[in-house]
C-alpha cells in the first residue's frame, strides 16, 4: 500500500496518530548524571571508611558551577531527586541511609554505597540524535511524554484514514427517526464511527442504503469517486435473497481478498479492493460486515482495525488476546472457532472470565455488558471453571 500523506500536529492533537517521522533525542538523555534520589552526593570510597564533611545542597535545576572545585574525596553535597550530580562525587547516598551530625555524614549501620549507585550516567537512557520512537509507531501517552522531553511539539504523522460507512438494509431508519413496527434504528454506523475514531481514523459520508442492488452499485460508485480510503459496509452480505453487497461490488470489478471466514458470529465477512476505474483513479477496500451488531464487533477488532493500522501508515496492529481464567463452567456445541460475549474482570489477584448471556449475535444489550469476547476453538464442547481461555480484548 502506498504509503499515506504527512502532516504536522500539536502534540496535544497527536493520541493515536501514527508517527511518519522519527522522534530523535536532542540532546543525551538524560542530559547530565542525574541523582535517582533524595541524598548525598559522595565518593563512595571515603564514604565507605569514615565520615565526610557537608558542604552545601543543590536542588533539582541546579549546576554545578563549571568554575568551582569538583568534589573532593572527604566532602558531601546534600542533592535532590532529578539534580545534576557535581564532578567529583561518583555515587549518592540516600538519605534513609544515612546518619546526619549537623555538617558530618557517615553511612547508617549496616548499609553500604557503591559506585555509581543512584546515578543515572549521562546519556545512558539515550544519546543525542538517537531515534527515540521510529516512524510507523501509533502514538500513546508514552511516545507523547518522550516528545515533549525532547521538544518535539508538533510531530509528523500520517493523514487520517477517511472512512465511509454504509449500512445496507430495507428495515433501518436512522438513530433520530422513529421507527415503526418492522423498522429498527441503524446502530452499526454510530458504532463503527466511534470504533474508527478510537483509532484516529475519519468516518466522512454516512448513509443508510436500502436493499437495491442499483443504489447499493450507485453508492459504491460514489464512495469510489470520494477521497474515501476504506469502505465499510454491514449488512446484505450472507446468503439471503436480499443480500446484495456482494453481487454490487462485482459490478464494480472489486478483488475480494475473502469471503468468508469459518467462524461465529461473523462468517459472511468480506474483506477487498475497488480498483482505479475510468470513473475513479482511486483504490478503495473494503469491508462487508455483517449486520448483526456483535459481529461487526468482532469482525472490527479481528480485521478492520489491524488493516487501519496500516491504512494509517503503521504496521498492520493484530488483535490482543488475553488469558484468563474460567469464573464457571461453560458449554458450547463444537464447529466453529467462536467469539462470545464475555465479560473480563481484568483484576490483579484472579482475573477471570465468565460468558455475558446473550440471545445470539444481534443482541446488542449482552455487547454492552460485555467487554472482550471468549475465543473457542472448534472442537471446544464443554470446559470446566477454572481453565485457562483466551480472550478477545476491545
Ligand atoms: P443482514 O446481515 O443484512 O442479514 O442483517 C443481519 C441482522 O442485522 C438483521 O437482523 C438486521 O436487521 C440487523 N442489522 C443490519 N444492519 C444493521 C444496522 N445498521 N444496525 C443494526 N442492526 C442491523
Ligand atoms: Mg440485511
Not at 433520530?176 to 454510530?190: D, L, T, V, W
Not at 446468503?239 to 453487497?245: E, K, R, S
Not at 481484568?346 to 465468565?354: I, K, L, Q, V, W
Request: contains cysteine; proline residues 10%.
Amino acid at each position: 500500500m502506498p504509503a499515506p500523506a504527512t502532516e504536522q500536529v500539536q502534540l496535544g492533537e497527536s493520541l493515536q496518530r501514527t508517527l511518519a517521522a522519527p522522534i530523535l533525542a536532542d540532546r543525551n538523555l538524560p542530559p547530565f548524571r542525574r541523582s535517582t534520589r533524595d541524598g548525598f552526593a559522595v565518593t563512595a570510597e571515603s564514604i565507605a571508611t569514615g565520615s565526610v564533611t557537608i558542604i552545601g545542597t543543590i536542588r533539582a535545576g541546579e549546576i554545578w558551577p563549571a568554575d568551582r572545585e569538583p568534589l573532593a574525596a572527604n566532602q558531601a553535597v546534600a542533592i535532590m531527586t532529578g539534580a545534576p550530580v557535581p564532578p567529583g562525587a561518583n555515587s549518592v547516598l540516600m538519605s534513609e541511609h544515612s546518619v546526619r551530625n549537623q555538617n558530618t555524614l557517615s553511612l547508617a549501620p549496616n548499609r553500604s554505597l557503591a559506585a555509581g549507585e543512584n546515578i543515572v550516567p549521562e546519556g545512558a537512557e539515550a544519546l543525542a540524535g538517537a531515534t527515540l520512537v521510529p516512524a510507523g509507531t501509533r502514538i500513546s501517552a508514552a511516545e507523547i511524554a518522550l516528545a515533549a522531553a525532547c521538544g518535539h511539539i508538533t510531530p509528523v504523522v500520517y493523514a487520517r484514514p477517511r472512512v465511509a460507512i454504509l449500512s445496507t438494509g430495507d428495515e433501518l431508519v436512522p438513530p433520530h427517526s422513529h421507527p415503526g413496527a418492522a423498522q429498527i434504528r441503524n446502530s452499526n454506523a454510530p458504532a463503527l464511527a466511534a470504533m474508527i475514531s478510537a483509532h484516529a481514523a475519519l468516518p466522512i459520508a454516512q448513509q443508510i442504503l436500502p436493499d437495491s442492488l442499483d443504489a447499493i452499485v450507485a453508492a459504491l460508485q460514489s464512495a469510489h469517486a470520494s477521497d474515501a480510503n476504506l469502505l465499510l459496509l454491514s449488512g446484505g452480505v450472507s446468503v439471503g435473497d436480499y443480500d446484495l453487497v456482494e453481487a454490487a461490488l462485482s459490478q464494480l470489478n472489486a478483488e475480494f481478498f475473502f469471503t468468508g471466514v469459518n467462524m461465529q458470529p461473523g462468517r459472511p465477512v468480506v474483506f477487498g479492493r475497488i480498483p482505479p476505474s475510468h470513473t475513479s483513479p482511486r483504490t478503495l477496500y473494503f469491508f462487508g460486515l455483517p449486520g448483526n451488531p456483535v459481529s461487526v464487533h468482532v469482525c472490527y477488532l479481528l480485521f478492520v482495525a489491524p488493516f487501519l493500522a496500516a491504512l494509517s501508515g503503521g504496521a498492520a496492529a493484530p488483535p490482543r488476546f488475553a488469558l484468563a481464567t474460567l469464573a464457571e463452567e461453560i458449554r458450547v456445541r463444537p464447529g466453529t472457532q467462536k467469539f462470545l460475549p464475555a465479560y473480563f474482570s481484568f483484576d490483579f489477584e484472579s482475573p477471570t472470565a465468565r460468558l455475558v448471556p446473550w440471545q445470539g449475535s444481534g443482541d446488542l444489550s449482552a455487547n454492552a455488558r460485555a467487554n472482550a469476547y471468549l475465543a473457542l476453538p472448534p472442537d471446544c464442547t464443554t470446559l470446566p471453571a477454572g481453565a485457562v481461555v483466551r480472550l478477545l480484548l476491545r
